[in-house]
Structures are given as C-alpha cells and as structure tokens.
C-alpha cells in the first residue's frame, strides 16, 4: 500500500489549486504504474473550484490508475454536507467519518455513491513539532485529530488486507462494500462502517 499524496486547503489563487490539484494527478498515476496495489488521497478543498477539478484531471487519473490494478480510497471531506465530488462513475472508493460508537462524526462529508465510513474522530496523528495556527501550544509533535483524512487510511489499510488473496481493484471495492455494515440505514454513513475481519474472511470465501 503506497501513500500518493496528502494535501490541505490553503487560500490560493484559483490557478495555483488548479495547478496542485494536477500535481496530484500527476502523483496518482506514478503510483499507479509504479506498483502501487492501494493509493490515499486526503485532500482539502470545496466550493466549485475543487468540486470541478476532482470530477476532471483527478477522476482521470483516477480511471487510470484503476486500468493499472489500483485501488484509489479518497477522503470524503469535512464540510458536513451532501455531495458527490467524484463523477459517478469513477472508480474510487470514498470515505466517510464515524465517531468511536460508529455514528457518523459531526463534521463529514458524504453522499458519494457506494461510499463507506471509518473512525475517523480524535485520532492519534503526528503534528508539526513547532506552532501551528491549529495546535498554538502543542509542539510534541503529536496530538489528537477530527476528519476523515483519519478514516480514509482506515480504509485503505482495510482494503489492503484481502488484496494479499489476489483481489483486484474491483474485487476489493466489492469485497470491502458489502461488508460494511450500516444497520440504521444512516445517510451520513453512506454503505456502512468498514469491517476488517469480515472483508478478509469474504475475499479467503471468494477465493475457494
């Protein structure tokens, strides 16, 4: 499992996101042809600007890094809204965000098509080891963190377990899928929270 890019919101110019959101397209399909089986993508961003760039040059790069037996996880955003800033048809695997009780977290995104959830609230995560406007007095270089750029590489982890029983990328969005479970039927949870035990005990199944 690679990681491929990581990246935040910044205020910029429309062109400068424009040409990051290219960067990373440009990361994707490295990855992808250079063996990568899982590729994570956490990135920040809202409004028309990023909604048009992540249903472009990101979806294909996307389809490309499927065609090259990659599966693409992306977070699914923090805006606690309903949309879908993937095209319909592209082959990523998105993810939400539940709280440790597996309900969905205050502040996630969701509405994508098939998407899943993860924890994805007050994670362990590394942090600048200096100020930041976000931990002013945190420089431990590590600290608790809210989002679901934290249950996305919950996924991706998750998803990399049935690979090592030779899944592809749609057997192993399949496989992860119809695992989750979503008992209350909750929206914000999309297909349900991602289950590990299940996912490789389904893909060991699928391979008798």
């Given at each position: ?88 048809d592209a ?30 609230v007050d994670?362990l995560s ?83």
């Amino acid at each position: 499992m690679w990681p491929c890019q990581h990246a935040r919101e910044t205020r910029t110019r429309p062109h400068a996101r424009e040409s990051a959101y290219a960067d990373i397209a440009r990361g994707i399909v490295w990855a992808a042809r250079h063996g990568a089986d899982v590729i994570g993508l956490s990135l920040g961003g809202s409004g028309p600007m990023a909604r048009r760039l992540k249903g472009g040059v990101l979806n294909s790069a996307i389809v490309l890094a499927h065609g090259e037996g990659a599966l693409v996880v992306a977070a699914a955003g923090n805006d606690s809204t309903a949309l879908r800033p993937y095209e319909v048809d592209a082959p990523v695997l998105v993810v939400d965000a539940a709280d440790r009780d597996g309900r969905p977290a205050s502040f996630t995104g969701f509405g994508a098509r098939d998407a899943l959830a993860a924890p994805g609230v007050d994670f362990l995560s590394t942090l600048p080891p200096y100020p930041t406007k976000e931990t002013p007095k945190n420089t431990s270089g590590y600290g608790e963190l809210s989002g679901t750029s934290m249950a996305a590489p919950y996924v991706s982890a998750v998803a990399a377990l049935p690979h090592h029983q030779g899944l592809g990328p749609d057997a192993l969005a399949a496989t992860v899928r119809d695992t989750a479970a979503n008992p209350g039927r909750l929206p914000e949870l999309g297909l349900g929270n991602v289950d590990a035990a299940a996912a490789v005990k389904a893909a060991a199944a699928h391979q008798k």
